[in-house]
T-cell receptor, first 111, second 113 residues
Framework: DVKVTQSSRYLVKRTGEKVFLECVQDMDHENMFWYRQDPGLGLRLIYFSYDVKMKEKGDIPEGYSVSREKKERFSLILESASTNQTSMYLC??????????FGPGTRLTVL | GQQLNQSPQSMFIQEGEDVSMNCTSSSIFNTWLWYKQDPGEGPVLLIALYKAGELTSNGRLTAQFGITRKDSFLNISASIPSDVGIYFCAGQGFGNNFNKFYFGSGTKLNVKP
C-alpha cells in the first residue's frame, strides 16, 4: 500500500521560531510537493521538486524554503514562523505528474 | 496563480439524494481531476479526465471534461454518509503551463442520514 507520511499531525510553535515539516514517501516517486490548505482558498502550491536536490517555487513560496537531499524525503522549512503561516500543510508525491498521493497533513499553529 | 472557480462551496443533503458540483476556469486545461478529502486526511484521487467531452464513471461517481476544456462537473448518485468530505477539482495547465497544477477551493459535502 502506497504511503506518504508526515512527521507530525499537529504542531504548535511561537512566532520567530524555525519550523521543520518532514515528509517521507515509500513509493520511489520522483515528484514531491508541499501545499498549504486554508478554508475557502483550496490547496496552494508552496514548492515542488522533480528530483533529488532540485526544487522549484510554487505559487506562494515567500517565507518558506525546502530541502530534498534524498529521493524519499522532502522537508519544508519556515525560517521564522509568523502567525499568518498558521495552516494545514499537505505533502504529496507522484510518479505520473497528475496523480498525487497526499499525506495526512500537519496542522500548524503559530502563536 | 491560475483561478479555478468551484461551486457550490458547501452542500447539505439528505442520504439518497444526488449531488452535482462543478469547476470552471478562464483558461484551457489539458486534464481535469477530482479529489476527495475525508475529515482529518489528505485528498485522494477519485477520477481523472484526459480528453474534452470525456465522461468517466467510478462507481456512483460520474465526471465530465467540458467540451470547451474550461470546465468539469462531478456527480454523485444516491449519496451515503461516507460521501461526507471536501471535493476538490484540479486542472493541469495547457501548453507552456503543462507542468502546472491548480486546485479549486473545494466543495464541502454534508450528508444527513
Amino acid at each position: 500500500d502506497v504511503k506518504v507520511t508526515q512527521s507530525s499531525r499537529y504542531l504548535v510553535k511561537r512566532t520567530g521560531e524555525k519550523v521543520f515539516l518532514e515528509c517521507v514517501q515509500d513509493m520511489d516517486h520522483e515528484n514531491m510537493f508541499w501545499y498549504r490548505q486554508d478554508p475557502g482558498l483550496g490547496l496552494r502550491l508552496i514548492y515542488f521538486s522533480y528530483d533529488v536536490k532540485m526544487k522549484e517555487k510554487g505559487d506562494i513560496p515567500e517565507g518558506y524554503s525546502v530541502s530534498r537531499e534524498k529521493k524519499e524525503r522532502f522537508s519544508l522549512i519556515l525560517e521564522s514562523a509568523s502567525t499568518n503561516q498558521t495552516s494545514m500543510y499537505l505533502c504529496a508525491s507522484s510518479l505520473v505528474l497528475l496523480h498525487l498521493f497526499f499525506g495526512p497533513g500537519t496542522r500548524l499553529t503559530v502563536l | 496563480g491560475q483561478q479555478l472557480n468551484q461551486s457550490p462551496q458547501s452542500m447539505f443533503i439528505q442520504e439518497g439524494e444526488d449531488v452535482s458540483m462543478n469547476c470552471t476556469s478562464s483558461s484551457i486545461f489539458n486534464t481535469w481531476l477530482w479529489y476527495k478529502q475525508d475529515p482529518g486526511e489528505g485528498p485522494v484521487l477519485l477520477i481523472a479526465l484526459y480528453k474534452a467531452g470525456e465522461l468517466t464513471s467510478n462507481g456512483r461517481l460520474t465526471a465530465q471534461f467540458g467540451i470547451t476544456r474550461k470546465d468539469s462537473f462531478l456527480n454523485i448518485s444516491a449519496s451515503i454518509p461516507s460521501d461526507v468530505g471536501i471535493y476538490f477539482c484540479a486542472g493541469q495547465g495547457f501548453g507552456n503551463n503543462f507542468n502546472k497544477f491548480y486546485f479549486g477551493s473545494g466543495t464541502k459535502l454534508n450528508v444527513k442520514p
